[in-house]
C-alpha cells in the first residue's frame, strides 16, 4: 500500500503536532487505509482531546502535567520541585548583608570556608557588643538633672494653731473629768508634790572640775513624783503580756510630764467635736491683722482644723494668692493676738504658735511638721520653691497621686499616705478609729459613706491599737506609699526679731478694742506694758526670689541612643539594616513554608502517585475508544487498533 502525497494540507499543520510524522497527508487521507509498518507518534494522546478529536475543542499542548493540586505547585510556583538549598541560594543572591554573597559565589572551597569563618567571628563579636549595651540599657538607671525657672509662683497653704489647746475661761464647758484633771495639774499643784533633791554635804568637784559621784543608795527625784490615778488606756504596761516588745530603752519609766500631756489629751479628746472647738481660741478674736502683697483678707478666709494637741488650728489657702515679686512687701503678713492670759500653764507650757508651709490641698499635720514660732517676735519666713519631678515604671517607684486624690479629695504626699494606710489598718483590724485622729478619721471615712466606727477606748481596743502602732514604728508591717512623681517642697530661712515696740503695742490694743466690746477692751488696758507685749506675735511668709529650682530625673541611658546604638552595632560587625532584617525575616519565612510544604508533600507522596497511574490509563482508554469509534469501519480491523 503506497501513500498518496499531496500539497494540499500537511500533518504538521494540524494541531497538536509534534514533528514525529515525516509522511504528509491529503485531505483524503483518514479515508484510505493505513499501511501496517505506520506507527502514531508517541505523543498523539497529548494532540487529541477525550473525545478523539484532533485539534478540536480544549487540546493537550504539552506533555503530561500532575493536577493542580498535587504538593509541587502548591510549594513552588514556577513548575521546579523547591528544595532547602535553591531557598539559601535565592537568600544568598539577593541579600544585603555582608558575606553571605561571598560565601556563595566563591568558587574554591577554601575562598567558601574563609568568609564564613569571618561571617561567624562577626556575629560572636555583634553578639557580645550587643550583650553589653542591653546590660547597660536593662539597668534603667537615672540621672538628674537641676534647671533654674522663673515665673510668678502660686502661694503655699499655711496652717497655724496657738500652743494653748483650752481657753481657761472656756474649761468650765468640759466634762466633770477634764475639769478636776485641770484643777489638779496646776502648776502649784505639781509643783507640791514634787520633793526637792536630797542635799549631799561636802559634794565638791574634783580635780578634772567634775562634781563627786553622789554616794550609793540616794537619787535624784524630780515630777516623776507626781502621782495620779490615769485614766488614758494609751500605755505600754496595759499591753497583753504576749504583745509586749522585749525590754529595750524604749520600755523604761515615762516621763512624767509626758504622761500628763497624754492624759490631757485623752481627756480633751473625749469631748465631742462642738464642745472642743468652743472651748479653744477662735480666729475671730487671734487675728488682728492678715494682709496679701498689701491687700487685706480676713477671718473668712481661714478654714478650721481641729488638733488634739493643739485644739482649734486654722488652715489659709487661697489660689489667688500668686506672688509676682520676691520680699516681705509681696507676701503674707500675720499680726495675732495669743490671748495669753487664757493660757493653762502645765498645757501650755510656752508662748507662740505652731506653723506649718505645706502645699496646697495636702493633709497638715502640724504637730510633726509643723515650726514654734514665738511671741513678742516679728519672724520672717523666706521660701524658695522646689519642683521634682520622678520616673516611676521601670527607672523606680513613685506615685501619680491619681488614685489617692479620687479617693481622700486631696493631694498625694508620702507622709499623709502613710498616715492614711495606719489609720485604716486599725480600723480594719481593730474596728476602731484612734480618737486622737478624728478629724483623720472623718476625711478617710467620708470615702467610705455608710461606715460607722466608733473610738478605740476600751483595754482590748487600746491594746490592738497599740500593737498596730509598735509593728509600723518596728517596720513589721509597711504600707506601699512611694515618693510622688511630682512633688513641690518649699525650703525655708528664718529670721526674727523683737517685736512689737511699747508705743505700736498701745497702738494695737486700740486697734482690739475698736473691735472688741468695752469689757475686753478694759481688759487690755489694764495689762502691763510688758504683759501685753507677750500677746502678740508678727509673722512674714514671702518668696526670697521667684527662681525655683526643678530637679527633674531622666533616663541615662535614653530609648534612641539604644536604638542608635544597636543600629551602629549591628551595621558594624554585619552591615545590617533595617531593610536587611526585613530579608532575614523573608527569608526565615520562607524556610518554614518549605518545611511546612514538604512534610506535607511526604505525606501524601504515595497518593499522589497512585492517582498519577490510574489518571494515565483512564487517558489511554478514552482516547483509544473515541479513536476506534471515529474511525471507517472498514479500518477498525487493522492490526494498529
Same mark, same amino acid.
Given at each position: 500500500?503506497?501513500?498518496?502525497?499531496?500539497?494540499?494540507?500537511?500533518?504538521?499543520?494540524?494541531?497538536?503536532?509534534?514533528?514525529?510524522?515525516?509522511?504528509?497527508?491529503?485531505?483524503?487521507?483518514?479515508?484510505?487505509?493505513?499501511?501496517?509498518?505506520?506507527?502514531?507518534?508517541?505523543?498523539?494522546?497529548?494532540?487529541?482531546?477525550?473525545?478523539?478529536?484532533?485539534?478540536?475543542?480544549?487540546?493537550?499542548?504539552?506533555?503530561?502535567?500532575?493536577?493542580?493540586?498535587?504538593?509541587?505547585?502548591?510549594?513552588?510556583?514556577?513548575?521546579?520541585?523547591?528544595?532547602?538549598?535553591?531557598?539559601?541560594?535565592?537568600?544568598?543572591?539577593?541579600?544585603?548583608?555582608?558575606?553571605?554573597?561571598?560565601?556563595?559565589?566563591?568558587?574554591?572551597?577554601?575562598?567558601?570556608?574563609?568568609?564564613?569563618?569571618?561571617?561567624?567571628?562577626?556575629?560572636?563579636?555583634?553578639?557580645?557588643?550587643?550583650?553589653?549595651?542591653?546590660?547597660?540599657?536593662?539597668?534603667?538607671?537615672?540621672?538628674?538633672?537641676?534647671?533654674?525657672?522663673?515665673?510668678?509662683?502660686?502661694?503655699?497653704? =499655711?496652717?497655724?494653731?496657738?500652743?494653748?489647746?483650752?481657753?481657761?475661761?472656756?474649761?468650765?464647758?468640759?466634762?466633770?473629768?477634764?475639769?478636776?484633771?485641770?484643777?489638779?495639774?496646776?502648776?502649784?499643784?505639781?509643783?507640791?508634790? =514634787?520633793?526637792?533633791?536630797?542635799?549631799?554635804?561636802?559634794?565638791?568637784?574634783?580635780?578634772?572640775?567634775?562634781?563627786?559621784?553622789?554616794?550609793?543608795?540616794?537619787?535624784?527625784?524630780?515630777?516623776?513624783?507626781?502621782?495620779?490615778?490615769?485614766?488614758?488606756?494609751?500605755?505600754?504596761?496595759?499591753?497583753?503580756?504576749?504583745?509586749?516588745?522585749?525590754?529595750?530603752?524604749?520600755?523604761?519609766?515615762?516621763?512624767?510630764?509626758?504622761?500628763?500631756?497624754?492624759?490631757?489629751?485623752?481627756?480633751?479628746?473625749?469631748?465631742?467635736?462642738?464642745?472642743?472647738?468652743?472651748?479653744?481660741?477662735?480666729?475671730?478674736?487671734?487675728?488682728?491683722?492678715?494682709?496679701?502683697?498689701?491687700?487685706?483678707?480676713?477671718?473668712?478666709?481661714?478654714? =478650721?482644723?481641729?488638733?488634739?494637741?493643739?485644739?482649734?488650728?486654722?488652715?489659709?489657702?487661697?489660689?489667688?494668692?500668686?506672688?509676682?515679686?520676691?520680699?516681705?512687701?509681696?507676701?503674707?503678713?500675720? =499680726?495675732?493676738?495669743?490671748?495669753?492670759?487664757?493660757?493653762?500653764?502645765?498645757?501650755?507650757?510656752?508662748?507662740?504658735?505652731?506653723?506649718?508651709?505645706?502645699?496646697?490641698?495636702?493633709?497638715?499635720?502640724?504637730?510633726?511638721?509643723?515650726?514654734?514660732?514665738?511671741?513678742?517676735?516679728?519672724?520672717?519666713?523666706?521660701?524658695?520653691?522646689?519642683?521634682?519631678?520622678?520616673?516611676?515604671?521601670?527607672?523606680?517607684?513613685?506615685?501619680?497621686?491619681?488614685?489617692?486624690?479620687?479617693?481622700?479629695?486631696?493631694?498625694?504626699?508620702?507622709?499623709?499616705?502613710?498616715?492614711?494606710?495606719?489609720?485604716?489598718?486599725?480600723?480594719?483590724?481593730?474596728?476602731?478609729?484612734?480618737?486622737?485622729?478624728?478629724?483623720?478619721?472623718?476625711?478617710?471615712?467620708?470615702?467610705?459613706?455608710?461606715?460607722?466606727?466608733?473610738?478605740?477606748?476600751?483595754?482590748?481596743?487600746?491594746?490592738?491599737?497599740?500593737?498596730?502602732?509598735?509593728?509600723?514604728?518596728?517596720?513589721?508591717?509597711?504600707?506601699?506609699?512611694?515618693?510622688?512623681?511630682?512633688?513641690?517642697?518649699?525650703?525655708?530661712?528664718?529670721?526674727?526679731?523683737?517685736?512689737?515696740?511699747?508705743?505700736?503695742?498701745?497702738?494695737?490694743?486700740?486697734?482690739?478694742?475698736?473691735?472688741?466690746?468695752?469689757?475686753?477692751?478694759?481688759?487690755?488696758?489694764?495689762?502691763?506694758?510688758?504683759?501685753?507685749?507677750?500677746?502678740?506675735?508678727?509673722?512674714?511668709?514671702?518668696?526670697?526670689?521667684?527662681?525655683?529650682?526643678?530637679?527633674?530625673?531622666?533616663?541615662?541611658?535614653?530609648?534612641?541612643?539604644?536604638?542608635?546604638?544597636?543600629?551602629?552595632?549591628?551595621?558594624?560587625?554585619?552591615?545590617?539594616?533595617?531593610?536587611?532584617?526585613?530579608?532575614?525575616?523573608?527569608?526565615?519565612?520562607?524556610?518554614?513554608?518549605?518545611?511546612?510544604?514538604?512534610?506535607?508533600?511526604?505525606?501524601?507522596?504515595?497518593?499522589?502517585?497512585?492517582?498519577?497511574?490510574?489518571?494515565?490509563?483512564?487517558?489511554?482508554?478514552?482516547?483509544?475508544?473515541?479513536?476506534?469509534?471515529?474511525?471507517?469501519?472498514?479500518?477498525?480491523?487493522?492490526?494498529?487498533?
Amino acid at each position: 500500500m503506497s501513500v498518496k502525497r499531496s500539497n494540499s494540507k500537511q500533518l504538521r499543520d494540524y494541531p497538536g503536532y509534534s514533528g514525529n510524522f515525516t509522511h504528509v497527508f491529503g485531505d483524503d487521507a483518514m479515508e484510505k487505509p493505513y499501511r501496517r509498518n505506520w506507527e502514531p507518534p508517541a505523543d498523539y494522546q497529548q494532540s487529541m482531546d477525550l473525545s478523539g478529536n484532533w485539534g478540536r475543542g480544549n487540546m493537550f499542548h504539552q506533555k503530561y502535567q500532575p493536577p493542580s493540586h498535587t504538593e509541587s505547585e502548591e510549594c513552588n510556583s514556577d513548575g521546579n520541585p523547591k528544595t532547602f538549598k535553591r531557598v539559601l541560594t535565592r537568600f544568598a543572591e539577593r541579600t544585603s548583608m555582608q558575606g553571605i554573597p561571598y560565601i556563595n559565589t566563591s568558587k574554591t572551597w577554601y575562598a567558601k570556608l574563609v568568609w564564613t569563618v569571618l561571617l561567624l567571628g562577626a556575629m560572636v563579636a555583634m553578639g557580645i557588643h550587643l550583650y553589653t549595651l542591653c546590660s547597660s540599657y536593662f539597668l534603667f538607671e537615672r540621672q538628674t538633672q537641676i534647671k533654674l525657672g522663673f515665673q510668678n509662683l502660686n502661694f503655699p497653704s =499655711i496652717t497655724f494653731c496657738n500652743v494653748n489647746p483650752v481657753k481657761s475661761s472656756m474649761a468650765s464647758r468640759g466634762s466633770k473629768e477634764l475639769k478636776n484633771y485641770l484643777r489638779t495639774i496646776r502648776p502649784e499643784a505639781v509643783a507640791s508634790s =514634787i520633793k526637792k533633791p536630797s542635799f549631799i554635804p561636802n559634794q565638791r568637784p574634783n580635780q578634772q572640775g567634775s562634781p563627786t559621784p553622789p554616794i550609793p543608795g540616794r537619787r535624784k527625784r524630780f515630777v516623776e513624783s507626781f502621782e495620779y490615778n490615769f485614766t488614758n488606756l494609751r500605755r505600754p504596761e496595759l499591753e497583753p503580756p504576749d504583745e509586749k516588745p522585749r525590754p529595750n530603752f524604749f520600755s523604761g519609766q515615762r516621763s512624767t510630764l509626758h504622761e500628763i500631756r497624754k492624759e490631757f489629751t485623752h481627756l480633751y479628746s473625749l469631748e465631742n467635736r462642738e464642745t472642743r472647738i468652743a472651748m479653744g481660741h477662735s480666729i475671730s478674736d487671734m487675728l488682728v491683722s492678715c494682709a496679701f502683697a498689701g491687700v487685706v483678707c480676713n477671718d473668712s478666709y481661714f478654714r =478650721i482644723h481641729p488638733s488634739s494637741a493643739y485644739g482649734n488650728c486654722y488652715t489659709l489657702e487661697n489660689y489667688d494668692f500668686v506672688s509676682f515679686r520676691s520680699g516681705p512687701a509681696y507676701g503674707l503678713e500675720l =499680726i495675732l493676738f495669743l490671748e495669753t492670759d487664757e493660757y493653762i500653764s502645765t498645757i501650755a507650757s510656752g508662748i507662740g504658735a505652731q506653723f506649718l508651709i505645706h502645699g496646697t490641698n495636702t493633709w497638715p499635720d502640724p504637730e510633726v511638721d509643723g515650726t514654734s514660732v514665738s511671741a513678742t517676735m516679728e519672724t520672717n519666713i523666706g521660701m524658695r520653691m522646689l519642683e521634682i519631678h520622678r520616673l516611676g515604671g521601670l527607672y523606680g517607684d513613685c506615685d501619680d497621686g491619681t488614685a489617692f486624690k479620687a479617693r481622700y479629695g486631696m493631694e498625694y504626699t508620702r507622709k499623709s499616705c502613710q498616715t492614711f494606710c495606719v489609720h485604716e489598718r486599725i480600723i480594719n483590724r481593730c474596728g476602731c478609729y484612734d480618737e486622737l485622729k478624728e478629724t483623720l478619721y472623718e476625711n478617710i471615712n467620708s470615702s467610705m459613706p455608710g461606715r460607722k466606727v466608733h473610738p478605740c477606748r476600751t483595754r482590748e481596743e487600746a491594746a490592738c491599737l497599740l500593737q498596730i502602732e509598735s509593728r509600723w514604728e518596728t517596720g513589721l508591717f509597711q504600707c506601699n506609699c512611694f515618693n510622688p512623681c511630682h512633688e513641690t517642697l518649699y525650703e525655708k530661712t528664718t529670721h526674727t526679731r523683737m517685736w512689737p515696740s511699747d508705743a505700736y503695742a498701745s497702738m494695737l490694743v486700740q486697734y482690739l478694742c475698736n473691735n472688741k466690746n468695752e469689757t475686753e477692751c478694759e481688759r487690755f488696758e489694764k495689762m502691763a506694758s510688758r504683759e501685753l507685749i507677750r500677746n502678740f506675735m508678727k509673722i512674714n511668709i514671702f518668696f526670697e526670689d521667684l527662681n525655683f529650682e526643678n530637679i527633674t530625673e531622666t533616663p541615662a541611658y535614653e530609648d534612641v541612643q539604644f536604638y542608635s546604638d544597636i543600629g551602629g552595632t549591628v551595621g558594624l560587625w554585619v552591615g545590617l539594616s533595617v531593610l536587611s532584617l526585613a530579608e532575614v525575616l523573608q527569608f526565615l519565612w520562607e524556610v518554614i513554608q518549605y518545611l511546612f510544604c514538604w512534610r506535607r508533600w511526604k505525606k501524601k507522596k504515595p497518593e499522589q502517585t497512585a492517582d498519577r497511574s490510574n489518571l494515565d490509563k483512564q487517558v489511554r482508554a478514552q482516547v483509544s475508544s473515541n479513536l476506534t469509534t471515529r474511525l471507517p469501519s472498514t479500518y477498525r480491523g487493522n492490526a494498529l487498533y
